[in-house]
């Protein structure tokens, strides 16, 4: 009998020591998504982005609340440098991020307010990484574990990882468990939830990026109660 219960003991053991940790997993998963993104491996090539990203929002009744066209550069080499202009209300918006200093000129003005700056730093970041994950992810995260599987509201299965990224926003990550496509993320945005999912992609020298995303107000959860807002992105390098 005793035998008996070591050995299930050591099979446990065994069982238990073979295991990936939940961090080991989650990044197996990323290293996967990159390589299906990236199939011929150009992203590490890549010096420049630039590109149009159109935002039209929508309320509960999804009426369209308005539309913005934001005008993104990424440089990627030698460091990261970010610009961002649109226009609102006949007025030039622009935003720019050299690598050490984040600037804002409204028109012929210059915002100064430190704290406002920080929030477009925050912003200009956020559009990279909407753009370009999971590509960029292993760059911009301090800390990743898997979860779990759940069922989508489309009824498609989706790996789940949690990460942390450097600036210290916490995205909930989806992968399809058959090729480790990323497929949208959860996000807590100003004390509520969103869902971003990605639901068109282009293809642009052999590196999968997103062509179109839907935005949807959520639960904690994850379930969604409206559309929020849809997102295009138009390569123009």
Known sequence: MKKVIYLLLLSSFLLYSCSPSPEKQAQSIIDASVLFHDAERNWGDTELIKVNRVVKNFNQEADELSSQTFNLEFRLKPFFEAKSYWVKDSVVHRVTFDGLKVSYWMGQNEVLNEGFLANKKSELESFYHDFTFPLSLNANISSAYYQNKIQLSDNREAEIVQTELRNGNV???????????????????????????????????????????????????????????????????
């Open 171 to 237: 995205l909930t990550l989806f992968f399809l468990p058959e090729n480790h496509q990323f497929i949208g993320y959860k996000r807590a945005n100003r004390g509520e939830h969103e869902v971003v999912n990605t639901v068109e992609v282009q293809q642009i020298k052999g590196v999968i990026f997103p062509a179109k995303k839907e935005v949807f107000a959520a639960d904690s959860l994850g379930n969604h109660l409206f559309l929020k807002s849809i997102i295009t992105y138009q390569l123009t390098n």
